[in-house]
Nanobody
């Protein structure tokens, strides 16, 4: 059974950095786009970042552009989210996703979702 497992969340002060990782298992994630959504308490899930299988296509949400970077290691079935200059408004559960295309990933039509990892940014 295919699954995505996130790691790297935690508590950090504003201005700090965290690196989230997400590894897929149970099937190959070749040719699938991967990315991240987040959901703050009481709010809907929103797109954060996505990357194509080859890495030549990347999309970043306007709210985090310039602070967050997405990358992936196809040999390890792993996608990373480097988060710098974190702000309290970045506090949320971050979900790893995988789908058939970058458009599917950015449009919340991903095939696979992880369980989520909590990121808390204190002021």
């Amino acid at each position: 059974q295919a699954q995505l497992v996130e790691s790297g969340g935690g508590l950090v002060q504003a201005g700090g950095s965290l690196r989230l990782s997400c590894t897929g298992s149970g099937r190959t994630f070749d040719y699938l786009a991967m990315g991240w959504f987040r959901q703050a308490s009481g709010q809907e899930r929103t797109f954060v970042a996505g990357v194509t299988w080859s890495g030549d296509g990347i999309k970043i949400a306007d709210s985090v552009i310039g602070r967050f970077t997405i990358s992936r290691d196809t040999y390890k079935n792993t996608v990373y989210l480097q988060m710098d200059n974190l702000k309290p408004e970045d506090t949320a559960v971050y979900y790893c996703i995988a789908g058939s295309s970058l458009a599917a990933v950015t449009g919340s039509q991903a095939t696979y979702w992880g369980q989520g990892t909590q990121v808390t940014v204190s002021s």
